[in-house]
């Protein structure tokens, strides 16, 4: 029995918990099917069944005894290998005995796309499930969906010609993913794998790059081999079809050895080949994805694909909360990873920051539509005020040389109304800016019940203005007992205390506050 690794694609339509599979190593045997049928250009064999639980849909339009949905597995096929091969310029696969490449279609288990299966002779083949309906969120066309499949797992026989390594299983899913989406453009099935995952890149950005090396954590990678591919090599900027980068890594990769890990190649093509680094251009990838969701359409400086336009940003947290003015941070910064300080201004507020020096990439962003993140490295200071609106402002940062730590000093001012007795009180201000606006009122009456003869009755009054205040002690027959002129009244509170008559009988009065408040109050003796 022949040793076979597997690399396999799961759905999270059914199970947000088996994903798509993992790299590993299992004992089975090819799949017997009872009938098979060769591609047109002759390089595949597609092997089915009829009249088993492996059956695929029998509709046969053409009436030529092959039913369609088979054919179309022999053309995604030949059209993935002819894209691969002949306009990207990656090597061929590696083929069994007969020199033909075997795909077979069977009744694969619920939640699973299909496999790519290496054995120990080198060569590999595929399985792929007989039917595709209802298994996308974003694609309702089956055909799209098994297109891509065949697409995704002959990109993975591609690999293995390359490098039959099994601890860069997130690495292979990145580049399948990605070219999956190449060669059926219109179908973003990819999406669902960026955030739908506990260890999924939008869930955990602030992880290191390869953090897990399992093809699960790959699938939400592909975005990355987007960002590459249009961003960082030139080339594929108007067409991906164009783009070397990934076919680089693999080259060099299957060149390099075995101590060395897919991560480290990637590196390099980035240095030597785009005069760029990893901390750099991961940096910029991911703050170009907290903008994830703001735009429309394409016609922006930040997109380089337009699933972000689908997709919501990575999932950071957002301080917002501001009970001083000053805060300072000793971030851990790397060159693998980004580290991430994301603040929610209030309106009318302002920031200043202040960086220590270090050989980092920093960049800044204001998550609206009307900015665009900013690389400002180099720069020890920023500010930033804003006026009506609130803004969603983040720092991200990664070290060029290993693990350091930048100190961040910020001073944050949010302006407004602090007096809490105000009508337009701002609970997030720590800068008050005499816009306090009050009305007239009464509160906080003590003691009530009183005793004339050993208390006073004290209030909080509120003023809209600073005049004089007129007061009138009366009994509930409408009999004046006392009247009161305050004249050193403040705008906005102000703890007023009233003798009461020692000789005031018990009963219920009224206190009378410029004709307008009237405060009740029981005296007992």
């Known amino acids: 029995m022949k040793v076979i690794y597997i690399i396999c694609i799961y759905s999270f339509i059914y ?23 060769q591609s047109s ?48 310029g990656f090597i061929q696969e590696t083929n069994d005995e007969d020199g033909v490449y075997d795909i077979y279609v069977l009744n694969l288990s619920t939640n699973l796309w299909g496999q790519t299966q290496y054995e120990s002779g080198g060569s590999t083949f595929i399985k792929i499930r007989n039917s595709y309906q209802g298994m996308s969120n974003f694609c309702e066309d089956s055909n799209q969906l098994l297109w891509l499949t065949v697409a995704h797992e002959f990109f993975h026989a591609i690999q293995y010609s390359y490098k039959a390594s099994f601890n860069d299983s997130y690495f292979r899913e990145l580049s399948s993913m990605w070219f999956e989406n190449i060669f059926v453009p219109s179908c973003f099935d990819f999406l669902d794998f960026v955030d739908m995952s506990s260890n999924s890149l939008f869930n955990n950005p602030d992880r290191t790059f390869d953090y897990n090396t399992s093809g699960t954590y790959g699938y ?63 940096g910029d990838f ?23 336009i689908e997709i919501d940003p990575p999932n950071f947290t957002f301080e917002s909360s501001y009970d001083s003015l000053d805060y300072s941070y000793n971030i851990s910064v790397d060159d693998d990873k980004v580290s991430f ?74 302006d407004g ?29 003590f003691p009530n019940p009183l005793n004339s003869s050993i208390d006073n009755i004290a209030f909080t009054y509120i003023s809209s203005n ?28 102000n703890q007023l205390t009233l003798n009461i008559p020692n000789d005031l009988s018990s009963g219920y009065y009224l206190l009378s506050v410029n004709d307008k408040t009237t405060i009740p109050f029981i005296n007992v003796k």
Not at 228 to 235: K, P
């Open 15 to 37: 199970s947000h918990d088996k994903m798509r599979c993992p790299v590993e190593i299992t004992r089975d045997e090819r799949p017997i099917l009872e009938n098979s049928y």
């Open 341 to 414: 300080l994301g603040i929610d201004l209030p309106q009318n507020s302002s920031l200043n920051a202040g960086f220590s020096n270090g050989d980092y990439n920093l960049w800044n962003g204001i998550l609206d539509s009307q900015n665009q993140p900013q690389n400002i490295s180099g720069q020890d200071e920023f500010s930033y005020s804003i006026d009506s609106q609130s803004a969603k402002l983040f720092f991200m940062i990664t070290n060029n040389m290993s693990s350091d730590i930048v100190d961040l000093e910020i001073n944050v001012i949010v």
């Open 286 to 308: 991911m703050s170009r994805n907290m903008y994830s969701g703001i735009y429309d359409s394409m016609n922006n400086d930040i997109y380089y694909h337009p699933g972000l």
């Open 220 to 282: 939400s990678l592909s975005l990355f081999a987007h960002y590459l591919s249009t961003i960082i090599d030139v080339d594929g900027s108007q067409s991906q079809l164009n783009s070397k980068i990934i076919r680089d890594v693999w080259e060099r990769y299957s060149e390099s050895p075995n101590n060395q890990t897919i991560f480290q190649v990637l590196k390099e093509v980035l240095v030597e080949n785009h005069e760029t680094t990893f901390s750099y251009v991961w």
């Open 466 to 493: 600073d005049f004089p205040v007129n007061l009138v002690l009366y009994n509930l027959e409408g009999r004046i007992i006392q009247n009161y002129f305050i004249s050193n009244i403040s705008f906005g509170e």
């Open 417 to 445: 109304c602090t007096d809490q007795y105000a009508d337009n009180y701002n609970e997030y201000a720590n800068n008050d800016n005499g816009s306090c606006i009050y009305s007239n009122f009464v509160s906080n009456v």
């Open 41 to 88: 250009t002759g390089h595949f064999l597609i092997h089915y069944d009829t009249n088993t639980e492996n059956s695929p849909s029998l509709l046969d339009l053409n009436q030529n005894n092959i039913p369609d949905y088979i054919e179309q597995v022999g053309i995604a096929a030949d059209s993935s290998r002819y894209v691969l091969t002949e306009q990207m």
